[in-house]
């Protein structure tokens, strides 16, 4: 069974941070399998923010015995997460 990829908003500032972690982490935990995906392409507009709901997601859902898997990372995104020193929990 095949499960399509949450997304990311495109916007995710620390004023969208709430609303998106708890949207997202409810829909993340629903996928099925070991291995969740999240869409990040779409995201236009952000902060550090969107990393601290990136890595808020992924301890929810390690709770759940489940990995998170962000797919088409904006450029940006990734270059945070590397100023942060998070790639190794996020890997792009």
């Known amino acids: 069974m095949s499960t399509e990829a949450a997304q990311l908003p495109e916007r995710l500032t620390l004023e969208e941070a709430g609303k998106t972690l708890a949207e997202l982490g409810a829909t993340l935990a629903r996928q099925a399998g ?16 969107a990393v601290a709901v990136l890595l808020e997601l ?12 962000v797919v088409r990372w904006p450029r940006r995104l990734q270059e945070l997460v590397a100023l942060y020193g998070v790639q190794e929990l996020l890997p792009a």
């Open 34 to 49: 070991p291995e969740v995906s999240l869409d990040a392409a779409g995201l236009r507009e952000f902060d550090s923010s």
């Open 58 to 69: 992924r301890r929810q859902l390690s709770s759940q015995g489940k990995s998170l898997r």
